[in-house]
């Protein structure tokens, strides 16, 4: 028997058995059990399960109309908002497959996300649209998308909201400005309540648990983002067992404020929330004094997050006026909680943070923290249904327990490989006793009592407050600057981030004292997700290479990491 089970917790079973049914039919079956209960609510607007149900419906219509079809691929580009899921599960509901991208992403980032997955429909909000259509315009005719659906914040809320509900000021101008719709070209560009007052026909579903669902990407060591292909099958569990694990109840009220294009968001809190028939208090993005608002005024019960937002709350010099009694369980992962911090938590509070640790690949959670038997700074045991080894990389046999090696994942919620990438699921997979294993691409070790701790990253990845920064997907948006002969990005360490991307630049001869390090960092603002953009630039005359010509990337990370005398 595997050593986790000694910290199993018992009122849940080792193995779950999912609903085999379509992720569409978690909606359907909350709306018909409690139609008229809170399913969302946004700056104090209250959108009920019926309503979004019936809002999904006619944005389903609206899209078959347009001539989405079983298995197509829309993209959904928004921050969080009840809209993203209306659009979530309307595309579902079509039978076509989610493909969430990061609302930082700007034009250049955007063209792969409607080349790869052939995807020809989008929906955006209005403050995302002109960048999404003109990375459609940018691309050939053949390739562009063909319908951008576009949705406004206010269509979600009031926006003469006041009190605790309120949006803060510095958000007013972003939430609360009209944009006009931007211009297709060789498409039609269709507003949100134009798209939802369809009153056309819509045909049954048809999708099963083996049907494609979701494709989020993820980047890696080389190259440019990857689709993840996930089925309804790999996220119905997860979404499942996280609610299950979290004692989710149609009473549970979430403060959804991780970002819902992400994994974790997507899976372990939106879709989770949805079979369980909870209630959403939902935020765009972070802000520490409406979250404490939010959490006291709603008697919020669980909140998942990354660290450097309970550390951001907990610094609020208005922090005395929240009431945090209400919550019941606050976890999270992406980053480690400091110690201290965790600590404070279950001192003053009684909470004991609980960390996770899962991957795009395998629908977020592979490991979790157990809530009543945590141990911090620590990955959690394996999840529901999983199993977990640690290996030799090389080798990819077991090494003993408390040595170093690669953390791998057996499971139904791991995906069924890469979007036309067959090289690299092939080599994201081996076989070990018979079952067929993910490799992580992380270092680990596992304790006495079966609990995982992460020690190094095999791949090469910068872990900025919890969002994954691939260096080689930066390098190449760096080297379309003209005046950029190389660059090496690597890690930077950062109080508060954890970590920040430092890029290390040769400039070309023709540009030498013609460019400065702020100017790259300008010109990184207005060409990558800001999260990627690199904080400090450091010019070099050259970069060390190995003798086949390879940059030592880690060289120059080992002199970054060195103390300084």
């Known amino acids: ?31 018909m059990r409690y139609p008229d209960k ?85 929906i955006t909000t209005a403050d995302l649209a002109g960048e999404l259509a003109g990375a459609s315009n940018a691309l050939p005719e053949g390739q562009r998308l063909r319908h951008l659906i ?24 972003w939430l609360l400005t009209h944009h006009a719709l931007p211009t297709l070209a060789g498409g039609q560009v269709l507003a949100w309540k134009d798209a939802l007052a369809f009153d056309g026909p819509l045909a ?72 369980a028939g909870s ?25 998942a997050n990354i660290p450097t937002m309970v550390i951001d709350l907990l610094a609020s010099p208005n922090f005395a006026s929240f009431d945090l009694s209400s919550l019941k369980t606050i976890s999270g992962g992406g980053a480690a909680m400091p110690q201290a911090v965790a600590q404070r938590l279950l001192d003053v509070y009684g909470l004991a943070y609980c960390e996770g640790y899962g991957l795009t690949e395998t629908a977020a959670p592979s490991h979790q923290n157990p ?16 199993d977990a080894r640690v290996v030799d990389p090389e080798t990819l046999q077991e090494v003993p327990q408390g040595e170093q090696g690669e953390i791998v994942i057996h499971g139904p919620e791991v995906f069924q490989g890469y979007w036309k990438r067959p090289d690299a699921t092939e080599a994201a997979f081996f076989e070990l006793d018979g079952k067929r294993f993910f490799r992580s691409g992380d270092l680990g070790r596992v304790d006495e009592d079966g609990y995982f701790f ?43 981030r954890g970590e920040s991307v430092k890029a290390v630049v040769v400039l070309r001869p023709s540009h030498q004292g013609q460019v400065s390090e702020q100017d790259i960092i300008d010109w990184c ?15 070099a005359g050259s970069l060390p290479k190995s003798g086949s010509g390879k940059v030592m990337w880690r060289a120059l990370q080992e002199a970054e990491a060195a103390p300084r005398i």
């Open 204 to 275: 049954e579903t048809t999708a099963g648990p083996a049907d494609l669902a979701i494709l989020p990407y993820t980047s890696g060591t080389t190259g440019l983002p990857k689709g993840c292909m996930h089925t309804h099958a790999s996220v119905m569990h997860n979404a499942v067992a996280c609610a299950m694990w979290g004692s989710a109840t149609p009473e549970t009220i979430g403060l959804v404020v991780v970002p819902m294009f992400h994994i974790t968001g997507l899976v372990a809190v939106m879709q989770a929330a949805v079979y």
């Open 525 to 539: 603002r207005d060409n990558m997700a800001v999260y990627k953009v690199p904080r400090v630039v450091q010019f």
């Open 38 to 122: 809170a399913a969302t609510v946004f700056f104090g607007s209250v959108l009920t399960w019926g309503q979004l149900k019936h809002a999904a419906e006619r944005l389903a219509a609206q899209l078959q109309a347009l001539g989405v079809q079983k298995g197509d691929r829309v993209v959904l580009n928004m921050q969080n908002c009840p809209q993203l899921i209306v659009a979530h599960f309307a595309i579902l509901r079509v039978g076509a497959v989610v493909v969430p991208v990061n609302p930082m992403n700007r034009a250049e980032e955007l063209k792969h996300f409607i080349t790869d997955p052939d995807a020809k429909v989008a």
């Open 371 to 386: 809530v009543d038997h945590p141990k911090q700074q620590c990955l959690g045991i394996p999840f529901m249904s999983t």
């Open 150 to 173: 576009v949705t406004q914040f206010t269509d979600g809320f009031d926006s003469n909201v006041e009190g605790d509900d309120a949006p803060p000021a510095a958000w007013r101008d």
């Open 454 to 496: 992460i020690t190094d990253r095999l791949k090469r990845m910068i872990n900025a407050s919890g969002y994954k920064v691939w260096p080689a997907e930066v390098e190449a948006l760096m080297f379309r600057h003209p005046a950029i002969q190389e660059a090496c990005v690597i890690a930077t360490q950062d109080a508060y």
């Open 279 to 303: 209630t959403m208090i939902v935020m765009p993005r972070w802000d520490r004094d409406l979250a404490g608002r939010l959490i006291s005024r709603w008697r919020v019960t669980a909140w």
């Open 1 to 31: 028997m595997r050593a986790h089970y000694k910290f199993w917790p018992k009122r849940l079973p080792p193995a779950i058995t999912p609903p085999a049914t379509s992720l569409w039919q978690n909606l359907a079956v909350s709306a």
